[in-house]
């Protein structure tokens, strides 16, 4: 497995209540505890959300990732939490027969059509031909593998599942997606 390590430090934790000003820590620490995500930082809560099994998944939580931040939603409450400035996760389903247009990948809700399957994945740069990420994985319970890549970068991701392969192109800039739901294997 060869991967780009991601950069933890610095990240900042911001609370807003939908068009108000930031919250204290302690409000967003409340938040975070009666979600059962106390104790984590940005990068843990993305990962343990995508990786839970979809039965276990919280109906009322909403948890978006974004280029640059993850924003948490429930009851009335919105938490936004800032990612490394060097990463972006970037969510991949591959499919065959059957996908969604999806954006900024929902932790929670998005759901791929190759649930609990072996991949094989490769993400390559555009501007060096350098392979940022070579790695066998099974996708999780959602349909989805999940990837921490360099930002500011384009390239491509190449998939391959029981003989097929997909391709397609990825961008981790500030306009780029975090839920890549167009790579179908064929």
Known sequence: MKRTPAAVAGLVLALGLAGCAAADDDTAESF??????????????VEYLDRIP???????LVASVRHDELVLAAEGQEVVLDLPE????????????ETHDCF???LTTCRGELA??????????????ETLIEEE???FSNGFAGFWVPSHTTGTIEVTHQGRTGTTEFSTGEDGATCVTDLRLT
Request: proline share 4%; charged share 15%.
């Open 86 to 97: 060097d990463q972006t996760y970037v969510s991949v389903a591959p499919y065959v027969d």
């Open 137 to 139: 994985t099974t996708t």
């Open 32 to 45: 975070l505890k009666s979600q059962g995500l106390a104790g984590m930082d940005a990068v843990e809560i």
């Open 104 to 106: 900024y990948h929902s």
């Open 54 to 60: 979809v039965s276990a998944r919280s109906a009322e």
């Open 116 to 129: 609990g399957q072996p991949v094989q994945v490769t993400f390559t740069d555009a501007a060096t031909g």
